[in-house]
């Protein structure tokens, strides 16, 4: 198969360019059918059908014209999904045991927990 230094080289070179092509295809379609939601499905049945008739100028073409607005709708999901672990890591991890003990105190001020149970809230928190 490879019977040259050349022929390995063009091999080689060959397989980079269709994984080369891979990535960026799944990330315009990525883009398409799940960051963009202005674009209509029409267009975008148009952008995969080019995809497929010409790979390489299409992904091309793609990329210069809605270059930017991918650039910035990945910042937006990445941006939304540090929120969301942000928000789960919170929740998760409850309130501070400063917290729990202000929470507490102001029980004990309105009168609907007795000293003893403020104290064994207190001692719950700082363990």
């Known amino acids: ?4 230094f050349w022929s ?8 980079f360019a269709f ?3 891979l990535m960026i295809l ?6 398409l059918f799940w960051r963009d939601h202005q674009t209509k499905g029409v267009v975008k049945a148009v952008w995969v059908v080019f995809l ?17 607005g991918m650039a910035l709708r990945g910042r937006e999901a990445a941006a939304a999904a540090k929120q969301q672990t942000d928000d789960y890591i919170k929740q998760a991890a409850g ?6 003990i202000a929470h507490a ?7 609907t ?13 700082l363990t």
Do not use: C, H
């Not at 198969?1 to 040259?4: A, D, E, G, K």
């Not at 799944?26 to 883009?31: R, S």
């Not at 497929?52 to 930017?68: E, K, S």
């Open 1 to 4: 198969m490879w019977s040259s």
């Open 8 to 15: 390995f080289l063009w091999s080689t070179i060959v397989i």
């Open 19 to 21: 994984i080369a092509y």
């Open 26 to 31: 799944f990330n315009i379609l990525t883009d």
């Open 52 to 68: 497929i008739v010409f790979p390489y100028l299409t992904a091309l073409v793609y990329l210069i014209a809605r270059g930017d």
């Open 95 to 100: 309130r501070s045991p400063a917290q729990e």
């Open 105 to 111: 105190k102001e029980l004990l001020d309105a009168g």
């Open 113 to 125: 927990i007795t000293q003893s149970d403020f104290d064994s809230l207190k001692t719950k928190a």
